[in-house]
């Protein structure tokens, strides 16, 4: 009498559980896509920038090589670029960034 009762409960409770999964799954597919773009550096610029700063800037670790420094600063070029709509100030910065990182600095900072 009582095994009829429970597989009855037992197929209801896979049901419902069906049910859920399937509207849960249609609600992650219907959500807005997230952007996969990293956050980069706000600002707030020292007048000379150090080494830390031009890590932050580029998202790079302080002790990056050369190869990832150069990698990160084309990607924020990219983003920035003067000629796509970005700001000169900052393609500047971004710039002295990299020289910061190779160890190209002129040393009074930026043009600007």
């Known amino acids: 009498m009582a095994t ?3 597989a009855g409960l037992a197929v209801a409770a896979a049901a419902l559980a069906g049910r859920y ?3 849960a799954w249609q609600a992650f597919k219907a959500r807005p896509p997230k952007p996969r773009m990293r956050k980069f550096y706000e600002g707030g610029f020292q ?3 150090t080494r830390r700063e031009a890590a932050l800037i580029l998202g790079v670790r302080e002790n990056a090589t050369p190869d990832k420094v150069k990698e990160a600063h084309r990607k924020v070029m990219v983003a920035n670029h ?4 970005g700001s000169h100030y900052l393609a500047s910065k971004i710039n002295e960034a ?3 990182m190779l160890g190209k600095t002129k040393g009074s900072g930026s043009a600007f």
């Open 21 to 23: 999964g399937i509207h």
């Open 98 to 100: 990299k020289d910061v």
């Open 82 to 85: 003067p000629d796509a709509g």
């Open 47 to 49: 007048l000379t920038m």
């Open 4 to 6: 009829p009762f429970l």
